[in-house]
C-alpha cells in the first residue's frame, strides 16, 4: 500500500506537471503580448489539445509579430511624410488639442514663436480665435484682410491672416483639436494699400478740374456767355453729360477707397428690419414704378434688430434694385425681402425676374470693374464693390443666391443686435 500510495502520488504530480507547464507558459507568453513582446514561443512537447493551443498560441504571436512590423514602418512613414510636408510650408502652422495647447508645429511656426519672445508667444487676439474655435467647434475662414494681424516680427512690421480650422475624428464627430495657418500677407497687404492710395489720390486730383469743365460747361448750355446754335447745343449736352457721368465714378472711387482703408465713419444705429425696408420702399417705389415695375415688400414676422448706418445700407438698397430695373422685363415685380438668417443674423434680398447671372460669373460681380459678357447695359462696373464694402463695414456678408430657377437675387447678412441690452 506504501508502494501503491508512492506511485499515485508520483504519478498525479507528474500528470499536473504535464498540464500546469503548458498552462503557466501560456500565461507568461500572454503577459508577454501585452508588453509588446512577441518573440517568446511556447514550446511544443505533446500532441494533446494543449499542445494545439500552445502552436494556435504561437502562429497568432507570429501573425501580430508581422503585422506590428508592418504597422510600425507604415506609421514612421507616415510621421516622415507628415514632417516633411509640414517643414516644406514656409507660413507657420499650429495644431492645437482641445484644450488650446500646441501639440505640433512645423519650422517656420517655431521661429515665429521665437521672434515673438518679447510678447511670450501668440498674440493675445489669435489664441481668443482658437479658444473660441475649440469651444464652439466652427472654422475661422477670413476672405478679406481685415482679420489680418500686424505683428512685430524682428525689427520689421508684418501681417498675417490666421485661418483655423476644426479637426474632428471621422467616426465619432469628436473635437480633435484644431489646426492654425498663418499666411503671410505682408507684401499683398501693401500693394493693396498702395493701390487704393493710387486710386483715391488719382481721383481727387481729376475731381478738382472736371468740376471746373463741368462749371464751364454748364455755363454754356445756360447761355449765359452767348446764344448757342442746335448743333452746338446738342454738342454740348452730350459733353455735360459724359462730365457728370465721369463725376459720379471718381465719387464712386473715393467712397470706395474710404471704404477699404475703414475711414467711411459709419453712424450705426439699432433698426428694426421692417422699419428699414419700408424706408426703402417709400424711397425707390416711384423710381420703379415710373420704370413699368412693381416693388414688393416681403418681410418675415419676429426678426430681431440690426445695427446700420442707414444712409449706407440705403445705398447697397438702391444698387441692388437699380440694376434688378436695367435686368427686369416690363411690367416685372421686383421684391423687396428680410428673413431670418441660418446664423441668427437677418437676411436682405433683392429678387427681380431678369435673366439672371450666369453661374461662372457669381463669383466676379462685386470684382471692381467687373461687368457680365455680353449685357449690353451702361455702367462702370463698381456699384456692387461699392456695396459689397459697406455691407463688410457693417460686419456682414454679401452674395448672390446660386440656383436660382430664374431672374438674380442679391442678398446681404447682418449680424442682429438686442435692442434692450442697448438701451
Not at 501573425?63 to 516644406?88: D, F, G, P, V, W
Not at 521672434?115 to 482658437?130: D, M, R, T, Y
Not at 501681417?159 to 492654425?180: C, D, N, Q, S, Y
Not at 434680398?349 to 457680365?372: A, K, L, T, Y
Amino acid at each position: 500500500m506504501s508502494v501503491a500510495l508512492v506511485i499515485a502520488s508520483y504519478a498525479c504530480y507528474q500528470l499536473g506537471r504535464s498540464i500546469l507547464d503548458p498552462i503557466q507558459a501560456l500565461t507568461k507568453a500572454t503577459r508577454e503580448l501585452t508588453e509588446d513582446r512577441f518573440d517568446q514561443p511556447i514550446p511544443v512537447v505533446s500532441r494533446d489539445e494543449l499542445s494545439e493551443l500552445a502552436g494556435a498560441f504561437n502562429k497568432m504571436a507570429a501573425q501580430l509579430r508581422e503585422y506590428r512590423r508592418n504597422t510600425s514602418k507604415e506609421i514612421m512613414r507616415l510621421h516622415s511624410t507628415m514632417e516633411t510636408t509640414l517643414a516644406s510650408f514656409p507660413d507657420p502652422i499650429y495644431v492645437f488639442g482641445p484644450a488650446g495647447q500646441i501639440e505640433l508645429k512645423n519650422p517656420a511656426a517655431d521661429t515665429l514663436l521665437k521672434q515673438l519672445q518679447p510678447i511670450g508667444g501668440l498674440p493675445a487676439s489669435l489664441e481668443k480665435l482658437i479658444r473660441e474655435a475649440c469651444s464652439g467647434g466652427k472654422d475661422f475662414l477670413p476672405q478679406d484682410f481685415k482679420a489680418a494681424l500686424e505683428l512685430n516680427v524682428g525689427d520689421k512690421e508684418r501681417h498675417f491672416l490666421p485661418r483655423i480650422v476644426v479637426m474632428r475624428h471621422e467616426r465619432e464627430g469628436a473635437l480633435w483639436g484644431v489646426a492654425l495657418v498663418l499666411y503671410d500677407i505682408t507684401r499683398f497687404r501693401l500693394m493693396d494699400d498702395a493701390k487704393t492710395n493710387l486710386v483715391a489720390t488719382v481721383s481727387h486730383e481729376l475731381k478738382t478740374p472736371l468740376t471746373s469743365v463741368r462749371m464751364v460747361l454748364h455755363m454754356l448750355l445756360e447761355k449765359t456767355l452767348g446764344p448757342l446754335t442746335p448743333p452746338q447745343h446738342d454738342l454740348l449736352r452730350t459733353a455735360c453729360d459724359d462730365a457728370e457721368r465721369l463725376l459720379r465714378i471718381l465719387n464712386t472711387l473715393l467712397d470706395l477707397a474710404q471704404l477699404e482703408q475703414g475711414s467711411a465713419g459709419l453712424q450705426k444705429e439699432a433698426t428694426a428690419p421692417a422699419d428699414l425696408i419700408h424706408s426703402v420702399l417709400d424711397e425707390m417705389n416711384e423710381v420703379v414704378v415710373n420704370r413699368g415695375h412693381k416693388l414688393r415688400c416681403e418681410v418675415a414676422d419676429g426678426l430681431p434688430a440690426v445695427s446700420v448706418d442707414r444712409w449706407r445700407i440705403g445705398h447697397v438698397f438702391s444698387n441692388f434694385i437699380t440694376n434688378a430695373i436695367k435686368h427686369s422685363p416690363p411690367n416685372a415685380e421686383i421684391r423687396l425681402c428680410a428673413r431670418l438668417a441660418d446664423d441668427g443674423g437677418v437676411e436682405f434680398s433683392v429678387i427681380d425676374q431678369g435673366p439672371g447671372v450666369p453661374e461662372e460669373f457669381q463669383n466676379r460681380v462685386f470684382d471692381r470693374f467687373f461687368r457680365v459678357p455680353g449685357q449690353g447695359k451702361r455702367g462702370a462696373g463698381l456699384g456692387l464693390s461699392i456695396a459689397r464694402e459697406i455691407v463688410l463695414a457693417h460686419g456682414g456678408h454679401i452674395g448672390v443666391r446660386k440656383g436660382v430657377p430664374q431672374g438674380s437675387e442679391f442678398y446681404f447678412v447682418l449680424g442682429a443686435v438686442d435692442i434692450t441690452a442697448n438701451s
